[in-house]
Structures are given as structure tokens and as C-alpha cells.
């Protein structure tokens, strides 16, 4: 599920970075050298757009863990929670996109604000959860960890999987419309809640401690 939303980060980053004026609406880590880099005058950043999406991920990381408090019993709970609101906030940056397109700034901070507190919300969701090496946004110790101990399937399949969301937002905007890139972001956060939920709830008896086990508690 982790890989999932893997995916969903490289394709909602393409679509804001080449279509919303260069700005990361999951790679804080960018936007805060962006915001540098055009404080300083460089040409085609945008401080407003970055400071907007450091806002509106800091906001949704916000709720995220106030989610985390309310469902600290269940992962699998937490985690269809987590998908089913970021699915409404993509849904909403969908039909926004489908509706006002995205050159307009009104467009353009609406859908950075709507993406940007999902990204916030699914980065503290997973950071409660504690999978080891799926942080499902931050690859730069997951490398490091890959090259440093040689080893890691996880490690590498979060790159893989983050390199493919990417490719495959980046060739959606190229050559369809930010909407169907948007659409494709939806509809796998919605499989991602469906899948959850029937693989949480599905065992004999009720759910697995894996589910159960409040984050961190060692189903490493």
C-alpha cells in the first residue's frame, strides 16, 4: 500500500512542478531550497508558490496528526482514513483542474494548497505508521541506507516506485491533460483505501496484530 502512495508522490510532484510554477507539493526538502534560490532572483521559481506549499503541507501534516491521535489502535484504520481523505482532496484538485485548468493564479494556489495539505497529511500518516525504508516521499536516506549497506529490496523498490510515478506523471501531463494525471493520482489512492480495508478487516477472527499494533510497535 506504502508503494502505492510511492506512486501517487512522483505523479501529484510532476504535476505541480511542471505544470503549478516549479514548486513541490511533497518534496519539502525542494521547496525549501526553491524558496532560496528565488529569494535570490532566479528566474521562473516563485516564493509565494513555495511558501504557499510549505503552508499548505504543514497544515495538512497538522491533521494527520491529529488523525494519528484519534486512531492510535488500528493501522489499518488509520491508514483508509488517511486514503479516503486524501482521495476527497484529490477529487476536489480534479474537478478544480477540470473546471479552471491551472494557469490562473486562483487555479494554480488552489490546487497547490489542495495537494500540498494531502501530501502533508500522507507523509505524518506514514511517518506514525514506521515501515521501515517507506517514507513514501524523502529518498535521500533511503539511498544512502541502499548504497551504505548494500542492501535493502525495500529501499530500492520505494525509488522504483517513486522513479515511476514521476515518469508516469510527467508523461501524463506531456501528453494528456493535468486532469488525467490528477484522475490516475485518485483512482489509485482510492484502491489503496479499498485494498486496506479488506485486508485489515478480512481475517478469521478480526484483524491481525499487524493491523492492530499501534505504529512503531515493532512489526518491522
Known sequence: MLLVLTV????????????????????????????????????????????????????????????????????????????????????????????????????????IGLLGFAMGLQNAVVRFLKVPDLTTTVLTMTLTGLAADRAGARRLASAVWMFAGALLGALLVFHATVTTALAVALTLLIAVAAATHRASTSAPGGPTPAWTRPGGAGDN
Not at 509565494?48 to 497544515?59: D, I
Open 8 to 111: 501517487v508522490t512522483g505523479l501529484v510532484d510532476a504535476v505541480s512542478y511542471l505544470e503549478l510554477g516549479h514548486v513541490f507539493v511533497a518534496n519539502m526538502t525542494g521547496n525549501v531550497v526553491f524558496l532560496g534560490f528565488a529569494l535570490a532572483g532566479a528566474a521562473g521559481l516563485s516564493a509565494t508558490a513555495s511558501l504557499a506549499a510549505l503552508a499548505a503541507f504543514l497544515v495538512g501534516a497538522f491533521a494527520g496528526g491529529r488523525l494519528c491521535e484519534r486512531l492510535p489502535g488500528h493501522r489499518g484504520r488509520l491508514l483508509v482514513a488517511s486514503a479516503v481523505i486524501q482521495a476527497v482532496l484529490l477529487a476536489g484538485s480534479t474537478a478544480l483542474a477540470a473546471v479552471a485548468g491551472h494557469t490562473t493564479d486562483a487555479a494554480r494556489y488552489g490546487l
